[in-house]
């Protein structure tokens, strides 16, 4: 078995993964089987590195220290010239040339002092230069210097103007701040050599990378997306329209013109989505700050979704005490779809050639290819804007959840009407309830939804347009659409069974969401680990609520530790599996569909659709959370097993 080099506790030297950087680390443990040593740096972080990656405390010591080697030819001649007059030497310690090349040094020396890392919005690290009053220095930069290969003869190391300097390429690697700051004036020369080289390094810096990963099918598969997603969509609105949507009498027929079109229908679209807008710029709400940008600023976003739907729940109450009949709704649902789909290709349109004149660190980080269709579809700026509207914010709660329940209680209407009862049937009410609690819910926390990936790391393209304007009001509400015509008888007692199925989902839900949201702020906070409610005893009859609470009393914070300078919470929901979260929406999705019965596959296809698609982002999750922090994540797997359906997958 090979020796060590370190023993545990010597303070030595340690490469920063992915770079050429070496920092004091202080040597914890040593893994025999891997060869690999556990070192803390001193901002706490805990890496595991090679032994070819650590040195000697003394090598660096020595290459500042040590003078230089000169050649024969080169050394001064102990005797003196018989003419030159006696001159009493200066001491070693005041050699002028030694004294020279120390202050040339000390100017150029780099100073490394990690600080805290700020939280980035998926994009390249921010570089920042201030020139003091003083001709000095005085810049925080983001940067990496290419320290060359350490020769052999340990030749002194002094950093000149010439070093290579180069900007961070991704956000993946250790983003780390490093202050280079002058300790001497001695050298201007320098000094303005340096600053010169420092303004290269940021103007290079905040060049924005195209996108080299390219998902959903790539290109390819982008444009294909474009055309096959509104004929899903008007497929299943029309199958749902039959008297006998069975799998047996698809594909349906090609509807008229006339179902797809009305002038009157598209104008009041225009409204509801105008409408929606003035409640968003009412100055009512809270203010909150997004995640910081490419540029270092934070997007002020103001949160009154909440009222929003309150006040449209009061307007719709007003509309029906005055006699309006909100089951024209149902009547023109096919027209209300091609209208709000015509209004998301006008808005991707728009948001895709705003996006030509956007400056480069407003670009998407994954919609920025260079290719049209890829980029249309993905959406090629970030955070578009309209002064104080930010588009994508808006789109993603507003117009399209709220229409959601408003299509909802339409089609409970009309169920009255179309099978003339004199209530909604409870299959009706289930599926109400359960999907207006859902969009509540998502409005009260509306400030969870800036971390998410749509926010942060998505740019708003005719993906997210048509998702939030067309997918989500008229694809989600396929239960409530489908009862109207083909009721279903549901039995109390089955029906309770659905309410605890509901519960369980909702429970997991937001338990999980309810941990990530406050462990993000405040890794601390012991409500990460407090228990979150009660349970009571009717929802431990069931085996998934066993293990729930098992997991919701669990008291001890557990974290890992990441080279980012984040942690990864491998305690409560998220200790369970890898997305709880996902876990919750799916079992949700499940108990809106079993209100619709058996008799058709119909009513299932949004809780199959909405598996395949929380799979396809727990990847996508993956991928980016491997790639960010690194052998943290990959022990996070192996204490977390599996990723959203505990014991399956």
């Given at each position: 078995m090979p020796s060590r080099k370190y023993d545990i506790g010597d303070t030595?030297?340690?490469?920063?993964?992915?770079?050429?950087?070496?920092?004091?680390?202080?040597?914890?443990?040593?893994?025999?089987?891997?060869?690999?040593?556990?070192?803390?740096?001193?901002?706490?972080?805990?890496?595991?590195?090679?032994?070819?990656?650590?040195?000697?405390?003394?090598?660096?010591?020595?290459?500042?220290?040590?003078?230089?080697?000169?050649?024969?030819?080169?050394?001064?001649?102990?005797?003196?010239?018989?003419?030159?007059?006696?001159?009493?030497?200066?001491?070693?310690?005041?050699?002028?040339?030694?004294?020279?090349?120390?202050?040339?040094?000390?100017?150029?020396?780099?100073?490394?002092?990690?600080?805290?890392?700020?939280?980035?919005?998926?994009?390249?690290?921010q570089y920042e230069k201030k020139i003091s009053t003083n001709n000095e220095v005085s810049s925080e930069v983001f940067h990496k210097v290419e320290v060359g290969q350490y020769e052999e003869k340990q030749k002194a190391v002094t950093i000149t103007a010439q070093n290579k300097v180069e900007a961070l390429p991704e956000i993946d690697r250790a983003d780390v701040r490093y202050n280079l700051r002058p300790r001497k004036e001695d050298n201007d020369k320098v000094s303005e050599s340096f600053e010169r080289n420092v303004e290269e390094v940021t103007m290079k810096s905040v060049r924005k990378s195209k996108t080299a990963e390219l998902e959903f099918g790539g290109r390819i598969g982008a444009f294909i997306m474009i055309f096959v997603l509104p004929v899903i969509v008007f497929l299943l609105l029309v199958t749902c329209a039959k008297k006998d949507p069975s799998i047996y009498n698809f594909p349906p027929s090609l509807p008229a013109f006339s179902t797809l079109w009305d002038s009157q229908v598209f104008g009041i679209v225009g409204l509801w989505l105008l409408f929606q807008v003035f409640l968003h710029l009412l100055p009512v709400g809270k203010v909150v700050d997004g995640l910081p940008l490419e540029s270092g600023k934070k997007l002020k976003y103001r949160t009154n979704g909440f009222y929003a739907i309150l006040v449209c729940a009061v307007m719709v109450g007003a509309a029906v005490f005055y006699g309006i009949d909100f089951t024209y709704v149902h009547d023109h649902f096919l027209q209300f779809a091609s209208s709000a789909f015509i209004f998301s290709v006008l808005l991707s349109l728009y948001l895709y050639i705003r996006s030509r004149w956007a400056s480069k660190d407003e670009l998407a980080p994954n919609g920025n290819s260079g290719n049209l269709f890829y980029d249309f579809f993905i959406?090629?700026?970030?955070?578009?804007?309209?002064?104080?509207?930010?588009?994508?914010?808006?789109?993603?709660?507003?117009?399209?959840?709220?229409?959601?329940?408003?299509?909802?209680?339409?089609?409970?209407?009309?169920?009255?009407?179309?099978?003339?009862?004199?209530?909604?049937?409870?299959?009706?009410?289930?599926?109400?309830?359960?999907?207006?609690?859902?969009?509540?819910?998502?409005?009260?926390?509306?400030?969870?939804?800036?971390?998410?990936?749509?926010?942060?790391?998505?740019?708003?393209?005719?993906?997210?347009?048509?998702?939030?304007?067309?997918?989500?009001?008229?694809?989600?509400?396929?239960?409530?659409?489908?009862?109207?015509?083909?009721?279903?008888?549901?039995?109390?007692?089955?029906?309770?069974?659905?309410?605890?199925?509901?519960?369980?989902?909702?429970?997991?839900?937001?338990?999980?969401?309810?941990?990530?949201?406050?462990?993000?702020?405040?890794?601390?906070?012991?409500?990460?680990?407090?228990?979150?409610?009660?349970?009571?005893?009717?929802?431990?009859?069931?085996?998934?609520?066993?293990?729930?609470?098992?997991?919701?009393?669990?008291?001890?914070?557990?974290?890992?530790?990441?080279?980012?300078?984040?942690?990864?919470?491998?305690?409560?929901?998220?200790?369970?599996?890898?997305?709880?979260?996902?876990?919750?929406?799916?079992?949700?999705?499940?108990?809106?569909?079993?209100?619709?019965?058996?008799?058709?596959?119909?009513?299932?296809?949004?809780?199959?659709?909405?598996?395949?698609?929380?799979?396809?982002?727990?990847?996508?999750?993956?991928?980016?959370?491997?790639?960010?922090?690194?052998?943290?994540?990959?022990?996070?797997?192996?204490?977390?097993?599996?990723?959203?359906?505990?014991?399956?997958?």
């Open positions: 030595v030297m340690g490469r920063w993964p992915g770079s050429s950087l070496y920092y004091e680390v202080k040597v914890k443990a040593f893994n025999p089987s891997t060869q690999l040593y556990t070192v803390k740096y001193v901002d706490g972080t805990e890496l595991e590195l090679k032994e070819a990656d650590i040195k000697r405390s003394q090598l660096f010591k020595s290459k500042r220290e040590g003078s230089r080697s000169k050649s024969p030819s080169r050394r001064r001649s102990r005797s003196r010239s018989p003419g030159r007059p006696v001159r009493r030497s200066t001491s070693r310690g005041r050699d002028p040339k030694k004294e020279k090349e120390s202050k040339i040094y000390d100017v150029l020396e780099v100073k490394l002092s990690p600080l805290p890392k700020s939280v980035i919005n998926n994009a390249n690290v959406g090629h700026e970030l955070n578009p804007r309209v002064k104080s509207l930010d588009l994508k914010y808006f789109c993603e709660l507003r117009p399209g959840l709220i229409g959601w329940v408003l299509i909802n209680f339409s089609m409970a209407l009309a169920e009255m009407k179309e099978q003339n009862i004199e209530y909604p049937s409870l299959a009706m009410i289930l599926v109400n309830a359960f999907q207006l609690i859902y969009v509540l819910d998502a409005l009260w926390n509306e400030e969870a939804i800036l971390t998410t990936m749509d926010i942060v790391h998505d740019g708003f393209g005719y993906m997210l347009a048509f998702g939030d304007l067309v997918w989500v009001p008229f694809v989600y509400s396929l239960q409530a659409y489908y009862l109207v015509n083909h009721p279903n008888q549901l039995s109390w007692p089955f029906g309770a069974v659905i309410i605890i199925l509901n519960g369980t989902g909702y429970l997991v839900f937001r338990k999980a969401n309810s941990q990530k949201n406050v462990f993000r702020r405040n890794p601390h906070d012991p409500r990460v680990a407090r228990k979150f409610l009660h349970l009571s005893s009717s929802f431990i009859l069931t085996v998934y609520l066993v293990l729930i609470c098992f997991i919701f009393f669990i008291k001890d914070l557990k974290t890992i530790s990441t080279a980012t300078g984040k942690s990864l919470l491998v305690s409560g929901m998220w200790g369970f599996v890898r997305h709880p979260n996902y876990l919750g929406d799916i079992i949700m999705a499940l108990a809106w569909s079993l209100p619709c019965g058996f008799s058709h596959i119909l009513p299932y296809f949004y809780v199959l659709y909405f598996t395949c698609l929380l799979v396809h982002r727990e990847a996508r999750d993956e991928h980016q959370c491997r790639k960010k922090y690194g052998s943290a994540w990959d022990e996070y797997c192996r204490q977390v097993r599996y990723r959203i359906i505990p014991g399956i997958y």
